[in-house]
């Protein structure tokens, strides 16, 4: 257990629904970081949060998707008008010092049909 | 875009033999990790490895670097049936924000055989 607790663990939506997904890393002052995963392949990064801030976000992240980190604390992702592409493993990611390890959580599987 | 490669994709050994994984990387990089999931599972930090370090071990898992190759292993001695997972390799730059964002490769799928 790395400490970074994601919710829900499971989403099943129909195409065109909204989803929002949450993130609880252990300490507010850490980076945070989503990334996504389809089957088969590794984890490609969306966007990273230094506290509040939403410093950078990938060509990945379009226009329907939106991520917030209220007061630097935990951090939800928003996909609005979910298409079936959009079906994968979203992960957070938390950035520890001293050794600036990322810790994953366990993610949360969507899936669009 | 995945920037390492883990070669080979698929492995199977049996238990008590060792497993030794390639990865294989692009640009200039601060570190590289190596991570293990379990299927449908989140990510489990295994060892971390400098770009200034050419090797690197904890317990069972021994890793190289050799940066003028661009390359790194995994080897896991004296392997378990509880090894049985996918292994990534995945790592990192900072980019012009500061962000340290982990480039993966699309991993090995390790199956040890009881």
């Known amino acids: 257990d790395t400490g970074v607790s994601q919710d829900p663990r499971h989403k099943i939506t129909k195409r065109g629904q909204n989803v929002t997904f949450r993130c609880d890393p252990i300490?507010?002052?850490?980076?945070l970081y989503w990334y996504r995963q389809t089957l088969g392949q590794g984890p490609e990064f969306l966007t990273y949060?230094?506290?509040?801030?939403?410093?950078?976000k990938s060509r990945l992240l379009s226009d329907r998707f939106s991520a917030e980190r209220p007061k630097g604390s935990f951090s939800t992702l928003e996909i609005q008008r979910t298409e079936q592409g959009d079906s994968a493993m979203y992960l957070c990611a938390e950035e520890r010092e001293p050794t600036d390890t990322q810790y994953f959580g366990p993610g949360t599987r969507l899936t669009v049909l | 875009s995945q920037q390492g490669e883990e070669d080979p994709q698929a492995l199977s050994i049996q238990e008590g033999e060792n497993a030794t994984m390639n990865c294989s990387y692009k640009t200039s990089i601060n570190n590289l990790q190596w991570y293990r999931q379990n299927s449908g599972r989140g990510l489990v930090h295994l060892i971390l490895i400098r770009s200034n370090e050419r090797e690197k071990h904890s317990g069972r898992l021994r890793v190289t670097l050799d940066t003028s190759k661009k390359s790194s292993s995994l080897l896991i001695t004296a392997s378990r049936a509880a090894d049985t997972a996918s292994y990534f390799c995945?790592?990192?730059?900072?980019?012009?924000?500061?962000?340290?964002?982990?480039?993966f490769g699309s991993g090995t799928r390790l199956q040890v055989q009881p």
């Open positions: 949060f230094q506290n509040e801030a939403q410093l950078e």
């Open positions: 300490s507010e002052h850490n980076r």
């Open positions: 995945a790592t990192d730059a900072y980019g012009d924000t500061g962000r340290r964002a982990l480039t």
